[in-house]
Nanobody, 115 residues
Framework: QVQLVESGGGLAHAGGSLRLSCEAS????????MGWYRQAPGKQRELVAT???????TLEDSVKGRFTISRDNLKTTVHLQMNDLKPEDTAIYYC?????????WGQGTQVTVSS
């Protein structure tokens, strides 16, 4: 079982920055992928960014050049640095953890960007 604790999020003005963090604890495999998804009101949950335990990253096209995903080597923690935020980034952001056996989700953290 893996537990995810998210932090960060909140309110920002357009053009501002926020940083999300997610720490995974519990039984983890050597190989895993962590990432962030988001869900805006009335829309489906969409992938934002992922990073594997080997450091390979993916970014959704609309956030490339603005968001960066990284991880702590000593902790199973992933960070999402969000710069140049836009109102359309407003959503609930969910941390995900995927290993060969299971997928886990955080409870979500609200990000609101005002114009």
């Amino acid at each position: 079982q893996v537990q995810l604790v998210e932090s960060g999020g909140g309110l920002a003005h357009a053009g501002g920055s926020l940083r999300l963090s997610c720490e995974a604890s519990g039984r983890t495999y050597s190989y895993y992928t962590m990432g962030w998804y988001r869900q805006a009101p009335g829309k489906q949950r969409e992938l934002v960014a992922t990073i594997s335990s080997f450091g390979r990253t993916t970014l959704e096209d609309s956030v490339k050049g603005r968001f960066t995903i990284s991880r702590d080597n000593l902790k199973t923690t992933v960070h999402l640095q969000m710069n140049d935020l836009k109102p359309e980034d407003t959503a609930i952001y969910y941390c995900s953890f995927n290993d060969p056996d299971n997928s886990y989700w955080g409870q979500g953290t609200q990000v609101t960007v005002s114009s």
